[in-house]
Structures are given as structure tokens and as C-alpha cells.
């Protein structure tokens, strides 16, 4: 919101009275300098009965995050030279159950084949910002508030500065982390038979992620340890990690001695699953729906098989939604 005019702190004299001098030194706001005012986050609604402003996620969706999807997926298609396929998910807060809003990321997701979907009731767990993001981000805040602020509560200008500060500045190399780590909790609940009974257990949480990760530099990084050399002189931004490499080491496998490096859990084994029940048409579009991008001839025949299967369950699909239609 813009300042409609200049402002000034309240001041308190030592007779509890109080008074608001205009003297620069005072100045709180100066007139038609933007300041944040609190809006109540909703999903489709902009105001309510009274005409008081509210913050609409449609807007924030159609305006900053499909745009940013969209260049991001466009970059990454130029890069890798492959179909990007976007997964969104977020909870079940109240706004994010409204149906205007609901509607809205149906429409602009399936427009490009990508999905939405909502994170199982109660379960933070299969969240990675809920898991990994979000309290790395509080403690990174934290921090930066003790530094920045001298630990006093922080006003809304404040608290935006610092959070972004901290996420502009969160390593990638961590955030990739984070996903090793999403794929980890999802084959621990999915041996618990869709539980959290590893919780419980001594360590539930530690899945081995930091020993098995080796930070990727870029393009030229080619997985020798010195493949970036620490001691240039080269702008800092330079020797900052893109991602992580997942270089596992099994047991009865002695290279150069190195120890036993593994994650917790192995990728469950779901031959004995019916696909089509499990994935979307646009997901088995994406893996199985172009023949030419496969190069089926040096596959294995475990491979073969397995590729086969989602073949079949793509066109079950499409056979399927054919007749909804």
C-alpha cells in the first residue's frame, strides 16, 4: 500500500503523556512510500462485506505463480531437452480447499497436462516444505533476526526483509537435499503400510540423505572432488552448488575403502500394482506416450517389461476417461 501522508512515531514523555513530533528523525512513513498492510489470506473472495481487502490466492496463482512455472518449465525444456511435468501440492487450510480456487488451478494445471494435488489429511510429513523447508527457513530467520534486529519482534516490513533474505540466500544444494529426503519419508510410509510407525523409532528420521549427496556444481562439474577449485578468485556466486548427485555405496563394494554409504530404504517394489490406479493419464502420457523418445532397443528386458506395462496402463486410461467423455 502507498503512505496517503507523512506519519511519525509516537513518542512518550516521562509523564505518560505522549505526542508524535514531525521532525525527520521521527518520520515513520513518508507519503507515497509503499508499506505493508495485513490482509487475511483467502482463496478466490478479494474483499469482504464490509469492502475490506483480502488477499486472494487466484490472484497470486494467475498472476505470479503460473508465470513463473511457465519460464521455469520453458528454461528447463531448452536445457535437458526433455517435457517438463509439473506436480503442485499444498495442504488442507481452508483457503486452499475453496472451490473458486480449486477450479482455477484445475484449469491452468490441465491446460499444459500438469497436476494439483492436495497432501493427505494430517500428514506434514509428505510435504517437503512442511518437512524440510519451513523450519530450515525459521531457523535460517531466526538468526537473521538476532543479527538485523538485535532479536526484538519484528514488524511486517521487517519480517518480509528477513524471510526473503533467508530464502534468497538458502543453499540449492540443501533444497535438493530436501527431495532425497521426500522420496525417503515416502517408501518409509509406504513400508509402514501407509503409517508413520518409523517415527516412533530411534533416529525415524534420519535416512542416511547427507552421507549419499555430493553437491553439483553445474555443467562442468565432473564428480571429482576438485572439480571446483575453492581457491579462485571467481565471484562467490560461482562456487555456489546447483543440486546434489545421489552416489550410494553398498555394502561388500570396496572402493578405495570407502565406507558403506546408503540410504534407509530401498525404492519400494511396485510390479505387483496396477499403474492405472495410481497414476493420472497426463503422467502416464508423459512417460509412455511418446515412443520416439525412447530408446527401446537398449533397454534391458526388465526394462522392456516394465515399460510395456505402462504402455498398456496408457492406453487403459485414455480407453477409460474416452468413455467418461
Known amino acids: 500500500m502507498k503512505a496517503t501522508k507523512d506519519s511519525y512515531k509516537c513518542v512518550y514523555k516521562p509523564d505518560d503523556t505522549y505526542s508524535y513530533p514531525k521532525v525527520p528523525a521521527n518520520l515513520l512513513r513518508k507519503k507515497d512510500q509503499e508499506y505493508f498492510e495485513n490482509w487475511e489470506i483467502t482463496g478466490s473472495r478479494d474483499c469482504d462485506k464490509q469492502g475490506k481487502s483480502k488477499f486472494p490466492l487466484t490472484m497470486w496463482l494467475k498472476d505470479n505463480l503460473m508465470p513463473a512455472l511457465m519460464e521455469l518449465s520453458q528454461r ?50 509428505s510435504n517437503v516444505m512442511d518437512t524440510a523447508i519451513f523450519p530450515a527457513l525459521a531457523k535460517v530467520g531466526t538468526a537473521l533476526q538476532g543479527i538485523m534486529n538485535g532479536g526484538r519482534y519484528l514488524q511486517c516490513e521487517k519480517i518480509w526483509e528477513v524471510l526473503e533474505k533467508a530464502w534468497n540466500e538458502y543453499p540449492e544444494d540443501k533444497i535438493a537435499r530436501a527431495f532425497v529426503h521426500h522420496a525417503q519419508v515416502a517408501a518409509a510410509i509406504f513400508e509402514c503400510n501407509g503409517g508413520d510407525d518409523f517415527v516412533k523409532e530411534r533416529n525415524g ?121
Request: charged share 30%.
Open 76 to 125: 528447463l525444456a531448452t536445457q535437458l531437452g526433455k517435457k517438463i511435468h509439473v506436480r503442485g501440492q499444498w495442504d488442507n487450510a481452508t483457503p486452499h480447499r475453496e472451490s473458486g480456487l480449486l477450479s482455477l488451478t484445475g484449469e491452468l494445471f490441465g491446460e499444459h497436462g500438469w497436476e494439483w494435488t492436495m497432501q493427505p489429511a494430517n500428514t506434514p510429513l
Open 205 to 325: 528420521l534420519s535416512f542416511g540423505v547427507r552421507k549419499v549427496c555430493r553437491p553439483y556444481y553445474g555443467d562442468n562439474d565432473t564428480g571429482e572432488e576438485d572439480s571446483l577449485d575453492l581457491s579462485s578468485l571467481a565471484p562467490r556466486q560461482l562456487a555456489d552448488a546447483k543440486g546434489v548427485v545421489v552416489e550410494e555405496i553398498f555394502d561388500g563394494v570396496d572402493i578405495d575403502n570407502a565406507a558403506v554409504k546408503k540410504l534407509k530404504y530401498d525404492l519400494p517394489d511396485m510390479q505387483q500394482y496396477n499403474i492405472s490406479e495410481y497414476l493420472s493419464y497426463n503422467e502416464l502420457d508423459l512417460i509412455a506416450g511418446d515412443p520416439e523418445a525412447v530408446d527401446y532397443d537398449n533397454m534391458t528386458e526388465e526394462e522392456k517389461d516394465r515399460y510395456d506395462e505402462f504402455v498398456e496402463a496408457c492406453y487403459a486410461k485414455c480407453d477409460e476417461e474416452g468413455q467418461l467423455t
